[in-house]
């Protein structure tokens, strides 16, 4: 899954574009993902928090004052355990606009723009990745090898010995 950071112009909004390239029906489809802004983000980020203390799951000690630049010290499992949530994922995807080949401009996500389940997970994790800098690749394979090779990702040279200790990277993926 080639993921390109876009060079940005100082004060703008990270950007990143993803082609994937795993042997499915969106083999060759692509996305811009942007970066929400930093009140969105932590809004986002608090809600988070809320929705894993109500759910009894622990949370990195001083996350919640470090707010979303604390998430690469979640555990995969914590990361991740909001993911069935509607409302907090609905966020992530408005970060991920279609670019039909041959279109001037990427345009709104619709939800024929997908046809794998996989692509959405990878686009959920590719936001994520854009707003922490965490490395999708180490995630991925640390969390399911057999996801990660679905998903054409290269396996990291290395990868953390416990899901507690994610590699983070300053770039969304390898």
Not at 38 to 66: H, N, Q, S, T
Not at 101 to 129: C, H, K, M, N, S
Request: with cysteine; net charge negative.
């Amino acid at each position: 899954m080639p993921t390109i950071m876009n060079p940005r112009e100082d004060g703008a909004r990270k950007t990143a574009f993803v082609i994937i390239d795993a042997d499915n029906r969106d083999k060759g489809k692509r996305y811009l993902l942007t970066e929400m802004d930093a009140v969105d983000a932590e809004k986002w980020f608090c809600r988070v928090v809320a929705y894993l203390a109500r759910r009894g799951v622990a949370v990195p000690m001083g996350a919640e004052m470090m707010g979303m630049a604390a998430m690469p010290s979640f555990s995969v499992l914590q990361m991740l355990s909001w993911i069935d949530d509607d409302a907090l994922m609905g966020t992530i995807l408005s970060c991920v606009k279609a670019w039909p080949e041959g279109a001037p401009l990427a345009r709104t996500l619709q939800r024929t723009d997908t046809e794998e389940i996989i692509t959405l997970a990878q686009l959920r994790l590719e936001v994520l990745a854009l707003h922490t800098g965490f490395s999708t690749a180490v995630v991925l394979w640390t969390l399911s090898p057999a996801l990660a090779a679905a998903m054409n990702l290269e396996k990291p040279a290395t990868l953390p010995v416990d899901s507690s200790s994610t590699q983070t990277s300053p770039t969304p993926s390898p």
